[in-house]
């Protein structure tokens, strides 16, 4: 069920990470308790209709986010390329990591519970992250390749929620795998008829849905009367 809320004005930011400034586009609904950070896949960017789809829908819901270029633009240029960064989770998730601090002391956002939304290899830097920053409350992923966490997957702390489409049968395979490595709490929902993009017509707002009832749950749950 969504609430109404209050939508303030997209605000950019400048993060620093690796003596660079990476961009982003923070959005806080008045009264925000948490924030979300996005960390796309390879070949993406903070301009993924997709994780758009998804932020839009947290925000109805409450949550902040922050959705960010793991890239510069220099790099995105050389990486189509070359293809040598999409897969460097440890590069990646260094970048996580300062976009985190980053939102541990701004202004804005100093204070508000952090979660990651992941997808393709976002995922897994999503995951290597949360064990660098284990005050990251909650971590999901959209179409992910959380098996590229390697040996991080073993000390994820972060209650985790992998969501997966049930068209995507080799993706599947890896998240149940990675899954079993986790021990956090932890959780696997495939989606009916939707492939790798959830291009399938209700499939992404169903991943939606999921992703905002698990942040609801761990990142920003509401207080035991």
Not at 40 to 62: D, K, M, T, Y
């Amino acid at each position: 069920m969504r609430r109404a809320v209050h939508e303030l004005h997209l605000e950019p930011a400048r993060i620093p990470a690796d003596g660079l400034s990476l961009e982003g586009d923070l959005e806080l609904p008045e009264g925000a308790a948490a924030v979300v950070l996005f960390a796309h896949g390879s070949g993406s960017s903070r301009f993924s209709p997709r994780n758009r789809c998804v932020a839009r829908a947290l925000r109805e819901a409450g949550f902040g986010t922050l959705l960010m270029d793991l890239l510069t633009p220099a790099e995105e240029d050389e990486e189509r390329w070359t293809g040598h960064l999409r897969f460097d989770i440890r590069l990646l998730s260094r970048r996580l990591c300062a976009a985190t601090d980053w939102l541990r002391f701004d202004a804005r956002t100093r204070g508000l519970g952090i979660g990651y939304f992941g997808a393709s290899t976002g995922a897994a830097a999503a995951l290597t992250a949360a064990v660098d920053r284990p005050s990251v409350k909650a971590v999901v992923s959209r179409g992910g390749r959380p098996d590229l966490a390697g040996a991080a997957l073993s000390r994820v702390r972060s209650p985790t929620l992998l969501i997966v489409g049930s068209r995507d049968a080799a993706v599947i395979g890896l998240n149940e795998e990675a899954l079993a490595l986790i021990p956090a709490v932890k959780k696997l929902e495939i989606v009916p008829g939707a492939t790798h993009l959830f291009e399938e017509p209700g499939t992404l707002e169903r991943a939606a849905e999921l992703a905002r009832d698990w942040f609801a749950r761990f990142l920003a749950p509401r207080p035991s009367r």
